[in-house]
């Protein structure tokens, strides 16, 4: 049998497994967040700022052909952290990137900062990274970046925005522990005017319109009922 200094002894190494599992497991999170500015139709070709939607991590945001919107980097720390870098894959057929700006993570320490946007290339905005100029670091949840992306004038469907190659330090240069949540966007087309065809102007009077659920749809160049 065993005595109970032996059953104590066991007991310790298991408590002792949990909590370096626990230590082990944690990680900074970084997260894709989506979000879109939809504008009403005003006066005389016009428009006036309408509704911002942001979805919520793991959900799809919406968007109509032509329309520019936001993806933001957002980091949730879980140790002090001074610097970052990442790479953003996509679908060039169906959006292009228009800008990359830095987001408030580092700046809150109240230090300065170095911040370098990446270049774009077909499917792959390349290195972005940025980091805290001087002995300081931050543990509090922001945006490390905000991607402004314009979703193709003729393009439709549903893709993904996927991090690559992201490495978070902490104030040593070392890298810490990363999970990464990546975020999809689906471009919708509707046929609110109920013409039967497919405009891409539709999509303006969603937010008016949006209790009405459109019959059988054509996409601009085909046949209806084909």
Do not use: W
């Not at 700022?49 to 919107?69: D, K, R, W």
């Not at 957002?74 to 700006?101: E, H, N, R, Y």
């Not at 931050?138 to 003729?154: C, G």
């Amino acid at each position: 049998m065993f005595s109970i200094r032996k059953v104590l002894s066991i007991v310790a190494i298991i408590a002792l497994v949990v909590v370096l599992s626990n230590i082990s497991a944690a990680s900074t999170d970084v997260i894709l967040n989506p979000s879109s500015q939809i504008n009403e139709p005003g006066s005389a070709g016009t428009s006036s700022p309408g509704m911002a939607f942001t979805v919520s991590s793991g959900e799809v945001l919406n968007v109509a052909p032509g329309e520019t919107f936001n993806v933001d980097v957002f980091v949730s720390p879980d140790v002090d952290i001074a610097g970052m870098q990442f790479d953003l894959l996509f679908d060039s057929s169906k959006f292009q990137i228009d800008s990359v700006t830095e987001g408030n993570l580092f700046k809150q320490s109240g230090m300065g900062t170095f911040f370098v946007a990446a270049s774009v290339t077909p499917g792959l905005l390349d290195n972005t990274y940025g980091c805290i100029l001087g002995n300081a670091a931050v543990l509090t949840p922001a945006n490390f970046a905000t991607i402004t992306i314009t979703a193709n004038e003729h393009a439709s469907g549903r893709s993904a925005f996927i991090l690559k190659d992201v490495i978070v330090s902490d104030p040593k240069g070392n890298a810490v522990n990363v999970g990464i949540l990546n975020t999809e966007v689906a471009i919708l087309v509707f046929d609110i005017s109920s013409e039967h065809v497919v405009e891409y102007n539709d999509f303006d009077r969603v937010q008016e319109n949006s209790d009405v659920i459109p019959g059988s749809i054509t996409v601009p160049g085909t046949v209806p009922g084909t």
